[in-house]
């Protein structure tokens, strides 16, 4: 599945809150397309940032955002490297602990023996694509599934902006119910669809490439849950079209937005007809779960 060409990746050492503000900042500015940020405890205890890119990298920029985020010193501790694709992933996957969302705990290969029976695991192997569970849009969104299967069982499920699958396997292997995932980049379309069939949903998971909801796949709708990790601008342009094919009571969980940028987003649903039923906030993020109240007019 993987590409032999190298990759090339910046790592910096910094305390936990320094990490998580670099990484929140690099996360928000960078191309998900072509840049995979995270930030992690390290087996030593020390708390590291990675980001890997499929391009060279422009390091200037790089420098500045670093420095815009936590302070020129860490710009000055980073160091640059190319890796050969294949390392990098084995590499970066096996540092990274399991994280534990309600009843989910995202993990790698390496953690598989460990999750006790009782708990669901989404086993996520490719670096590549967004979605190890770290970052805190994505843990929102998992808390936010978990939390509302519990009070209803939506039958027809859209995973929109899947990257690694991680949202749609949840939801599949949570609720046993089909599943669509879709992403406008073509690779991580194909990263999720490997990941869905490493968790035994490959049956359950359509994977879809598509930007936003143009794809005929996606025209039969309506959903009753829908979720959508994809940062505001593409949230706000997508209010109109996706409560249109949001079945009445249906619910949409919006993640992928800073604390700041909540607001807007609340008031380009709510003019859709959504309410706001659940705010779930970690690492500076916050996941909505908004809910079509009426028949549309
Ligand atoms: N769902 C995963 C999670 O929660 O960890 C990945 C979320 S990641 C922040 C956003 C994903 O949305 C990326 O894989 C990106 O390629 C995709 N994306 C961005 N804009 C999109 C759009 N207009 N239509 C479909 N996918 C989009």
Known sequence: MHSPSPTYVARLPATEPDAR??????????????????????????WQVEVHFVAPLDVKALRAMIAAAAGKKHADATVYATVAQRDWVATSLAALAPVHAGRFIVHGAHDRASIPINRIGIEIEAALAFGTGHHGTTRGCLLAIDELVKRKKPQRILDLG??????????????????????IDSRAVQIARANAHINHVGALIETVRAAGLNAPRLANAPFDLVLANILLAPLQRLAAPLARRLAPNGRVVLSGLLLAHANAALAAYRTQGLA???????????TLVMKRKKARR
Request: hydrophobic share 45%; aromatic share 4%.
């Open 21 to 46: 503000r670099i990484s929140d900042l690099l996360t928000e500015c960078l191309d998900p397309a072509s840049a995979v940020c995270a930030a992690f405890e390290t087996s030593g205890g020390v």
């Open 162 to 183: 899947t990257g690694s699958g991680v949202l749609a396997i949840a939801a599949a292997k949570i609720l046993r119910k089909r599943v669509r995932a879709t992403d």
């Open 276 to 286: 706001l039923e659940r705010r779930i906030r970690l690492d500076g993020w916050v």
